[in-house]
Each structure stands twice: as structure tokens, then as C-alpha cells.
């Protein structure tokens, strides 16, 4: 069982976070611009067996793609078309994103990080690829349970 990546895309920055291999707990991991984020992540899956790399999907409260997907989406499919000759065994899953940013920064206010670390930007990048990522596991932990009930 390999381990799950996932990503916070954003126009100037991009956040990753991961699971560990046995995929019980998501870990804030790093943050890089948005230039480099390509190569971070081809570095990555070279280096870690990832079994799914999860996409933030900005969506609006109607459930239709905000704005932000337009920079979103030509790097899901850049990577659609290019993972398979870096990882060919990863598979690649959307993630409703909402209201991510808004819950990484209540949770660094929570565990009292100082207002000048606060300024960090990146801080917020990778913990909101770490709640995209928990909100996965536990979208499929309900999924198992639902196919056991059944």
C-alpha cells in the first residue's frame, strides 16, 4: 500500500501533505511556488511509492467550479497526462476543497502559533493540502463502511 499525496493548488503557491504508508494519518508536508510545484512532485513520486495523489477541487456552495479552477485544471491535466509515465500504478482524485484556507488558518490560530509565524502563507498552504487530505480518508473510511453494511 503506497501513500496518499495531496495537493493545494493555488496561483502562487502549492501545498502538499501525505499520508503515512499504512494511510492512517495526513501529515502537512511541504509548500513550493507554483513553478516548482511540478518538479516537487515528480521528485516526489520518484522518490516514496504513492498509491493517490489527491486535487483540491474548488467548488462554490452550489457545487459548480469556482473561479480558481481555471488555473486548477490545466495542471490536473498536465499531470493526467504526464503521471503515467512518472508513476504509472498512481491513480489521481478530485477532493472538494471549500473552505480549506478558512479552517487551516482557525486551526494554526488554535494551536497558538505567534502572529509574525502566522504571516507565513505557506503555514496555510500545506495545512490546507493536510484537511483536503484528511477529508479524503475520511470520504473513504465511510465508503468501506457503507460497502460492509451492504
Known amino acids: 500500500m503506497g501513500r496518499i499525496l495531496a495537493i493545494d493548488y493555488g ?15 495526513a ?16 521528485n516526489y513520486l520518484q522518490a516514496e ?33 504526464e503521471l503515467p509515465k512518472i508513476s504509472p500504478n498512481t491513480m489521481l482524485e478530485r477532493m472538494d476543497e471549500r473552505f480549506t484556507s478558512r479552517i487551516a488558518f482557525q486551526t494554526i490560530l488554535d494551536m ?7 504571516k507565513d502563507k505557506s503555514l496555510i498552504d500545506k495545512m490546507s493540502a493536510a484537511i483536503i487530505l484528511q ?15 451492504i
Open 11 to 25: 496561483q502562487k503557491r502549492v501545498g502538499f501533505a501525505v499520508t503515512d504508508e499504512l494511510q492512517i494519518c
Open 27 to 42: 501529515y502537512a508536508l511541504e509548500t513550493v511556488p507554483v513553478a516548482q510545484a511540478f518538479d516537487f512532485l515528480k
Open 49 to 81: 511509492n504513492v498509491s493517490v495523489i489527491v486535487v483540491g477541487e474548488p467548488l462554490k456552495l452550489n457545487n459548480t467550479p469556482s473561479e480558481s479552477s481555471r488555473y486548477i485544471d490545466p495542471f490536473v491535466n498536465r499531470l493526467k497526462k
Open 112 to 118: 497558538g502559533i505567534k502572529k509574525k509565524d502566522r
Open 135 to 149: 477529508s479524503y480518508l475520511e470520504q473513504q473510511d465511510i465508503l468501506k463502511q457503507r460497502s460492509t453494511e
